[in-house]
């Protein structure tokens, strides 16, 4: 798979001219260009990774639903601040929102536009890292909850862990594309990138709704 040389449509600067630019990015074999493939392709590996912990996590729930004999009766509901939790995943919410606006932005060439919206996902993702640290000191100090003192521990620490890193990630992402866009040399040739960033963080999002529903809300219903 290659990507067809750029085609000049006379427009003068066609870094700058969005239909130039989505003719070049289209011109592969797959009709996909091949960045967008890749992260489709990576975002399908991980999906199943999740999928992997999101199981094993709830396997457990299913085998020692009071607890582990060893570890005793664990009271998950009275444990679980489910406020702030849902707060937090309406903050990840939001910042997959205005990560769609940045996206938007950077392809009519606004700059200014993706960068404020940009800010908005970085501060959101912060907020939402920042109610993880809080929920896990929580349950740790408080609660007396570990990984190595219960099942439930040991799988809800590296499951919501794992997500926690993965939202770490696309925040460096996006404030590397932020303090690019600072040096003049992001436009709208550059959209792409954006895009498969916008990808990755609307991914995380997705997870989350998912982690939340099967590992939070289940509990207050089962």
Same mark, same amino acid.
Request: charged share 15%; proline share 0%; net charge neutral.
């Given at each position: 798979m290659s990507s067809v040389a750029a085609t000049s449509h006379g427009h003068g600067d066609s870094d700058d001219d969005p239909i130039a630019v989505h003719h070049e990015l289209t011109q592969t074999n797959t009709g996909i260009e091949n960045k967008k493939l890749m992260m489709w392709l990576f975002l399908a590996s991980d999906c199943m990774f999740f999928g992997t912990l999101i199981s094993t996590h709830l396997i457990y729930r299913k085998l020692y639903p009071v607890?582990?004999?060893?570890?005793?009766? &664990?009271? @998950?509901?009275?444990?679980?601040?489910?406020? +702030?939790?849902?707060? $937090?995943?309406?903050?990840? /919410?939001?910042?997959?929102?205005?990560?769609?606006?940045?996206?938007?932005?950077?392809?009519?060439?606004?700059?200014?536009?993706?960068?404020?919206?940009?800010?908005?996902?970085?501060?959101f993702g912060l907020i939402f890292l920042g109610g993880q640290v809080y929920e896990f000191q929580h349950f740790y100090q408080e609660k007396g909850l570990s990984m190595q003192n219960s099942l439930f521990g040991s799988t809800f620490y590296v499951l919501t862990?794992?997500?926690?890193?993965? &939202?770490? @990630?696309?925040?460096?992402?996006?404030?590397? +594309?932020?303090?690019? $866009?600072?040096?003049?040399? /992001?436009?709208?040739?550059?959209?792409?990138?954006v895009e498969i960033a916008g990808l990755y963080w609307h991914f995380v999002d997705v997870v989350w709704i998912v982690i939340f529903t099967a590992v939070y809300l289940v509990e207050y219903i089962v």
């Open positions: 607890g582990h004999i060893e570890e005793g009766v &664990v009271d @998950i509901t009275g444990t679980f601040d489910i406020e +702030l939790t849902s707060f $937090s995943t309406f903050i990840l /919410l939001m910042s997959s929102f205005l990560m769609a606006l940045a996206v938007s932005a950077m392809h009519k060439g606004q700059i200014k536009s993706f960068r404020n919206n940009c800010i908005g996902v970085i501060i862990g794992t997500h926690g890193t993965h &939202v770490a @990630i696309g925040i460096l992402w996006l404030f590397s +594309l932020l303090v690019y $866009s600072y040096s003049g040399r /992001l436009k709208a040739k550059n959209a792409i990138d």
